[in-house]
């Protein structure tokens, strides 16, 4: 790492999910100067979301991807070409 260069501090919550046979890699992460987690959800076709709010912790990240499965399920995250942010 050079100068300059922030380092990422990555979850140990971040993971890959498969349900249905559908799956998204699930990623929660922040800078390590920083005490926020930012959710990005990434489906197979390389598209992605990323939530519009950061997080306190990475276990209330995980809780608000957890809320989407369980309103709209995984398919939330497959719409091709589709990628954006969610609040």
């Known amino acids: 790492m050079t100068d300059g ?3 990422v501090v990555i979850s140990q919550l971040s993971r890959r999910v498969t349900l249905e046979g559908v799956t998204v890699d699930v990623q929660i992460y922040r800078f390590e100067d920083e005490d926020e987690w930012v959710l990005v ?3 197979e076709s390389g ?3 990323v939530w ?3 997080f ?8 608000a991807f957890q809320i989407v499965v369980a309103e ?3 398919s939330a995250f497959l719409e091709q ?3 954006g942010t969610l609040h």
């Open 52 to 54: 519009d709010e950061v």
């Open 5 to 7: 260069e922030t380092k």
């Open 47 to 49: 598209s992605s979301k």
């Open 56 to 63: 306190p912790s990475d276990i209330e990240a995980m809780a």
């Open 72 to 74: 709209e399920g995984l």
């Open 41 to 43: 959800v990434a489906n």
């Open 81 to 83: 070409g589709n990628s």
